[in-house]
């Protein structure tokens, strides 16, 4: 049985919280302030960023795409952070020299800047003209002439940003200029917050990075019609089982071969070929029951044998021409 106290050692308890002596032990429990800067650059809800994301995937699989056209190589881009972050610290995190294009969103006020890593820079102009993208450089410093062989990849850049930003609004992106220095790249204060997307871009084997930066002051009007519930359906393109193996393949499946099929050969001196007239016959070095050669392009990959299929002449495969040739 709990403990009953009695009218005299009630009258003492209270007697010494009116004294100070004793605090009751509600007012013993103090909560922790929890700090908070009204400067953070959080401006973007998670919901704002999650359908950011969505579409900046959708951004790098039509990007990934075109790389695999144009590098013939195999193209993977992910996205691997949203960050807001003060504009003063972006700039802290870019080397120098870089390789950046400002860009703006006409009949807006919000500006960016695409950065490209200076080992993707030069891969990619490696690859564009020729080279196997593996190639060395004494001097970090893009040269005027590989200004404008990545200005076409920037250009392009500009276009799948805009198809991806479609569900949102018709935003025209355009390149405004390029830049080395990022002390030159400036598209608002020091103090305002930007919004970072960071990219990381697999080209066969080698991993190199590509960052957005937007002002986010500009960014209220865009951000408003991202809170609209139609968005939250927004999902990247590749979620949709697209790889860039399975656009390699079907770019492949669409491609024409030469077949050519050889039935035999003959050597004859150059007088008897000045000789030769309609209706003469060239002894071949086979007879009717041998095997014929099947090329494609120029390698010899099977054997067949002729025949007629629907009155069309046809040669029949019999077997494959093991060999550690490829097709070129």
């Not at 800047?113 to 196997?132: C, F, P």
């Not at 990075?209 to 939250?232: E, P, V, Y």
Request: aromatic share 8%; net charge neutral; glycine share 4%.
């Amino acid at each position: 049985m709990a403990e009953v106290l009695s009218q005299q050692e009630i009258d003492q308890l209270l007697n010494k919280v009116k004294s100070g002596e004793e605090t009751p032990a509600a007012q013993n429990t103090e909560k922790e302030a929890i700090l908070f800067d009204f400067r953070l650059p959080n401006r973007i809800s998670k919901n704002q960023l999650r359908t950011i994301r969505n579409i900046n995937e959708n951004f790098a699989e039509s990007f990934s795409a075109f790389l695999v056209t144009k590098l013939q190589s195999i193209i993977n881009i992910n996205v691997t952070s949203i960050d807001q972050i003060y504009y003063s610290e972006y700039i802290l995190s870019v080397s120098n020299p870089a390789c950046l294009f400002t860009f703006e969103i006409r009949n807006t006020d919000i500006k960016g800047i695409l950065e490209l890593s200076m080992d993707l820079s030069l891969a990619l102009v490696d690859k564009l003209l020729g080279g196997n993208g593996i190639g060395t450089k004494q001097a970090n410093i893009i040269t005027p002439i590989e200004q404008k062989v990545i200005g076409v990849i920037a250009e392009r850049i500009m276009i799948d940003l805009r198809k991806a930003w479609q569900i949102v609004d018709d935003l025209d992106f355009k390149v405004e200029r390029f830049e080395s220095d990022i002390d030159f790249a400036q598209i608002t204060s020091q103090s305002e917050s930007v919004l970072l997307i960071s990219f990381e871009i697999t080209i066969a084997e080698k991993t190199y990075m590509m960052n957005l930066c937007f002002a986010t002051f500009a960014f209220d009007k865009i951000l408003s019609k991202l809170s609209s519930q139609k968005f939250s359906s927004i999902r990247p393109a590749k979620n949709n089982g697209t790889s860039t193996s399975e656009i390699i393949s079907n770019h492949l499946y669409k491609t024409f071969l030469p077949v050519t099929v050889e039935f035999g050969s003959a050597k004859i001196s150059v007088q008897n070929l000045f000789d030769l007239e309609i209706g003469d016959i060239i002894k071949l070095d086979t007879t009717i029951s041998d095997e014929h050669t099947v090329k494609i392009g120029n390698k010899t990959m099977f054997k067949g044998r002729a025949g007629v299929v629907n009155r069309h002449k046809a040669i029949k495969i019999t077997r494959k021409v093991e060999q550690n040739n490829k097709i070129e």
